[in-house]
Every structure is written in C-alpha cells, then in structure tokens.
T-cell receptor, first 110, second 116 residues
C-alpha cells in the first residue's frame, strides 16, 4: 500500500507566490525525500530529511518533518514557471526501498 | 560524473514478446532499484539489487518478471510474454549506500514501455 499521501493532488498558483505541499505517511521512517518530475521525464532529487531532523532548506525549498504527526511539508518560495511539475514525497524504510505517494501536480501560471 | 543511464528510452512490444530494460548506475554506486510508474500515479517499488544479489524483490510480480545485476555490465529488468497491463514507465535508481548521500536514490530518465 502507498505510504505517502500528498495533499493537495493539484495546485495552481501565480508566478511569484509560494507553494506548499504536504505529505502524510503511516509507519516509522528513517528519512523522507522529495522529488520533482517534469511531464514525461525522470525524477530529480530535491531534498532528504532524516527522521531526527525537523527542518531543512535548499535554495528556495524548505522542508519540514513532524514525526509525531507523521507528516512533512515542502514549501517553494517565489515560484517560477519552471517549477511547474509533479512533486512526490517518498519515505525511506530501512536501507532499501522508497515508498512514494501519488504526487502533487503543481502549475505555476505566468 | 554521468547520471543513471537507462536504455532504451522508449520500447514498443507486441503482446507475448519479451522486453529487456537496461540500467547503468552512477559511477561508484553498487545498489540498484527498479520502480514502475503507471500514468498519473506515483512510483511503485519493484526490486532492489546489489552486484550479483537480489536483496528485496517484494514488489516484483511473481511471474514473467525477473531482474539481475551482474558483476560486469548493467542491471537488466526482463519482462517475458508482455501483456498490455505492463505498459508503464520503468525507472531505475542507484545509491552509494555509504557516505554523506548514502540514502539518496538517484533516478534515471526511465524506459517507457508500450505493449500493443
């Protein structure tokens, strides 16, 4: 069964606005990773946050992790048209597989 | 350092034929993962391999699907007697499993399989 559940499923905002996507999961994890996928392309790794971390930044990206609520959020600040893509959270369990959510389709309108 | 390479990028097969998908991990990575993505869905784990070993194949269908990662050469995902339901994008990822980025999986561009 899917572990991560992204919310919302689709998000459409104006260029320059901030975009927030959420991810919930069910079991204990070692880490949580966010990926971006442009239409018809492969996945690009954005950021990894470990279970003992609460917040992480990378450029315009900010990821939070709340293990008590089993949830994470991805914030993209000052969005650009090039940010249009699907965003997936994936939970890492043990040393092996990633379990992906269904993704959030983000559209940035010029 | 080249990224994860997959070929072919697109593969068309007729029902009953065999499909072979290849994955070359990033240099220095000895851990390979295969995932399948159906349209409008997230990726689903299929199999995790190290050189010459299958570590976890819990996501692999019991029949027609097999994977290998030989000592030399790329990892191969093999689908025998393909059916229309096998049409999907198949992604390979590799990981160093050590160092600062031990848990990060780096994905290839995928192979899009279409079964006619």
């Amino acid at each position: 069964s899917q572990q991560g559940e992204e919310d919302p499923q689709a998000l459409s905002i104006q260029e320059g606005e901030n975009a927030t996507m959420n991810c919930s999961y069910k079991t204990s994890i070692n880490n949580l990773q966010w990926y971006r996928q442009n239409s018809g392309r492969g996945l690009v790794h954005l950021i990894l946050i470990r279970s003992n971390e609460r917040e992480k930044h990378s450029g315009r990206l900010r990821v939070t992790l709340d293990t008590s609520k089993k949830s994470s959020s991805l914030l993209i600040t000052a969005s650009r048209a090039a940010d249009t893509a699907s965003y997936f959270c994936a939970t890492g369990q043990g040393a092996q597989k990633l379990v992906f959510g269904q993704g959030t389709r983000l559209t940035i309108n010029p | 350092n080249a990224g994860v390479m997959q070929n072919p990028r697109h593969l068309v097969r007729r029902r009953g034929q065999e499909a072979r998908l290849r994955c070359s991990p990033m240099k220095g990575h000895s851990h390979v993962y295969w995932y399948r993505q159906l349209p409008e869905e997230g990726l689903k784990f299929m199999v995790y391999l190290q050189k010459e070993n299958i570590i976890d194949e819990s996501g692999m269908p019991k029949e027609r699907f097999s994977a290998e990662f030989p000592k030399e050469g790329p990892s191969i995902l093999r689908i025998q007697q393909v059916v229309r339901g096998d049409s999907a994008a198949y992604f390979c990822a590799s990981s160093p499993r050590q160092g600062a980025f031990a848990d990060t999986q780096y994905f290839g561009p995928g192979t899009r399989l279409t079964v006619l």
